[in-house]
């Protein structure tokens, strides 16, 4: 995860003096420390980052990594180049995204290279795409196929030989100017001792390759058997290969396997990457070596680099938990399916523990469909339902969630599980409403949920009840409504933990929501914040300010209400918490109307839409509306937003 944003990182930090790395990234220094352990050990002594939820985190991150280049960029302009972004895993694509928006305050030029014939609408950089043209628009550069005269030069630079019509022509058409292909077919002239001579053949007699693969297989049939039979085991291992793995999988003498690696580098097939680290000189290659092993026995070797990579790296797996996943799952067939799904499982959790939850959810994707082809049982099954759902809600992508969860819930029915039922309606639902609906299949799944759970007083039922009640607040039942909130909160009062209680206080909140009951809900703020004080919990009292600022706002009682604003805010900036920075400009927005500034509330308005958005508020746009509605309709602009209410009442009607 984040593997292109590491090596940036990384490379600066290197070539930096610890004071001004400290400098450049100040107080981000220990979220970036996260996922790059440079900085850790070049920065000794960093406080931990405060415990956010996992979302919250992640922005933290981001935003401590956006800071980072952006402050650096002021010391020193700063180049950042992204190369075959058509291969980066999503987190770091949306790293991009975040960076895009502060492009405009930095002196970096970002240069990223993609290859568009890789793309569809499914991709993650088609999105991204999408997403930096909105942000600051990028100059684009689409590369073709080199010129007739520039084939030439290449000819002359790297063969020096100064090319004749016919070679150049032959050349320049059969390639269509593509660098990889001309790359790879001049080498192979120039092994077959064929560019001085091509003038004096007919061209009908000379074939150049149309396709890379040919000029690869062409070009790999010129190595020894040894060599060749040495590289496809290396292919299995991976793009980037170690040369323990490969002394470990090949059961050839140390020195027969290094005079095969000389070999393969005079051929220019593979590079030195450091001390014992090879690497293909293209993908493709690796990809023709690995398709000429036989089917058969790709499962086998797959489980010998797999063995070989534990043995060897025994005291450091976690960075090779992925491989370890990959090599293991391969080799299912040849019976290594729990060390394949134990391993993939260690890799998304550790995925996730980096905030790479779009990583994480691909490999369990990748376990279940492993487990699927053995007919496993539907305990784990429903396992890794769960995680895989927990982490697409984490990325925020709300569908893939919803049909993992599903998908859970209907085995826990058949394995008779309570608690995993329990565990997929909550998750089906997320832990808030979205408001303002209700959603008829939250409401029924959660109802199942607590009626297989029974009476029993856990902390699972207080959340289900909790949020049951949130989402019953559209619903027109203020009574039940009332009456499970009211249980959430006493069933949390028995089970003693501090957040279970916090979250059902919170469903009260919401289910007290009203003129009415506006003083219970203000003692519901007291005491959201006495619990984070005790618990030392952060978030939960930067809730407990908004909760309470807005309950004293409805006693009309504004002076107190800005105190507690005032604490929420500081404790936004100092978290650097999404939520908490966006409900700071709803805030600005709403003061500037009470005081009638209704230009500058609409212009508020307007920033709190785009943060909220960038940030995934749920009531964002809910918010905007109705600010901007007050707004306009006082300056006497009420068509303005005629579309948007609209679209409003359209979708909730």
């Keep these: 995860p984040y593997w292109p944003w590491v090596q940036i990182v990384r490379a600066y930090a290197v070539d930096h003096d610890p004071q001004v790395l400290a400098d450049a990234m100040g107080a ?6 996260q996922i790059v352990s440079e900085v850790g050990r070049r920065l000794p002594g960093l406080e931990p980052p405060p415990a ?44 991009l995204e975040f960076l ?22 499914r991709h993650p950089l088609t999105h991204t795409l999408g997403e930096l043209s909105r942000a600051h628009p990028p100059r684009r550069i689409a590369l073709g196929g080199l010129t ?12 020096g030989v100064d090319p004749d019509a016919a070679l150049l022509d032959a050349v320049h058409h059969k390639t269509e100017g593509n660098p990889l292909f001309l790359g790879e077919v001049v080498r192979l002239l120039s092994a077959e001792g064929r560019l001085e001579e091509f003038g004096e053949q007919p061209l009908g007699d000379v074939t150049i390759p149309r396709e890379v693969r040919e000029v690869l297989a062409r070009r790999l049939e010129r190595l020894s058997d040894p060599c060749h039979a040495t590289l496809a085991l290396a292919a299995m291992i991976g793009g980037e290969f170690h040369l323990r793995v490969l002394q470990a999988v090949a059961d050839l003498p140390p020195g027969r396997v290094l005079d095969a690696l000389d070999e393969a580098q005079a051929a220019r097939v593979i590079t030195v990457m450091g001390p014992g680290r090879y690497r293909f000189a293209h993908g493709v290659v690796a990809e023709a070596l690995a398709e000429s092993v036989p089917a058969g026995r790709r499962a086998e070797l797959h489980q010998q680099v797999g063995l070989a990579l534990e043995k060897l790296f025994a005291d450091r797996l976690e960075p090779r938990l992925a491989e370890l996943a990959h090599h293991f799952l391969e080799a299912a067939p040849a019976g290594e399916l729990q060390k394949g799904l134990h391993y993939a499982t260690a890799a998304a959790e550790a995925a996730a523990g980096r905030f790479a939850f779009e990583d994480a959810a691909q490999l369990y994707e990748r376990a279940l469909r492993a487990l699927e082809l053995t007919g496993a049982d539907g305990v784990r099954r429903c396992d890794l339902l769960l995680a895989l759902g927990e982490a697409y809600a984490r990325a925020g992508s709300v569908h893939p969630a919803r049909g993992a969860f599903r998908r859970a819930a209907g085995i826990a029915r058949g394995v008779r ?9 909550f998750g089906f639902g997320g832990p808030r409403a979205t408001y303002p609906i209700v959603d008829d299949e939250v409401v029924s799944l ?44 006493s069933t949390a009062r028995a089970v003693g933990e501090p957040t279970v209680l916090a979250y059902a206080l919170g469903a009260r909140d919401a289910a ?3 003129p009415a009951g506006v003083e219970e809900r203000l003692a519901i703020a007291d005491e959201v914040l006495e619990l984070a004080a005790r618990a030392g919990e952060r978030e939960q009292a930067l809730e407990g300010h908004a909760r309470r600022a807005v309950a004293l706002m409805q006693l009309g009682d504004l002076a107190a209400a800005r105190i507690d604003m005032g604490l929420h805010c500081r404790l936004a900036h100092e978290l650097r918490h999404p939520f908490g920075l966006w409900r700071e400009l709803v805030w600005q927005a709403m003061q500037a109307a009470l005081a009638g500034r209704f230009e500058e509330s609409l212009e508020r308005a307007h920033e709190a839409l785009e943060r909220g958005r960038r940030v995934r508020a749920p009531e964002a746009e809910n918010c905007y509306v109705g600010q901007a509605i007050l707004a306009t309709i006082s300056l006497g602009r009420p068509g303005e937003l005629q579309g948007t209410v609209e679209d409003m009442i359209e979708r909730y009607p």
Aim: a negative charge; proline letters at 4%.
């Design 148 to 159: 007739r005269s520039e084939v030439g030069r290449y000819i002359g630079m790297t063969a």
């Design 28 to 33: 981000g220094a220990a979220d970036i420390a």
């Design 512 to 514: 007290l929501w009203g």
């Design 100 to 121: 895009a928006r502060e492009l405009l305050e930095a002196r970096l030029l970002v240069v990223g290279t993609y290859r568009d014939t890789e793309l569809n609408q």
């Design 52 to 95: 956010l939820t996992p979302e919250q985190a992640r922005f933290r991150l981001f935003d401590s990594v956006t800071k980072f280049l952006t402050d650096a960029s002021r010391r020193e302009p700063l180049v950042l180049v992204l190369d075959d972004l058509h291969c980066a895993d999503p987190p770091s694509l949306l790293l």
């Design 446 to 489: 959660l109802e199942e949920a607590l009626a297989a759970l029974g009476s029993r007083d856990d902390g699972l039922r207080a959340r289900l009840l909790a949020r049951l009640a949130m989402e019953l607040y559209f619903a027109g039942a203020p009574e039940r409504r009332a009456a499970l909130a009211e249980e959430a909160v």
């Design 417 to 425: 599980s309570p608690e995993r039922l329990a565990r997929a309606a």
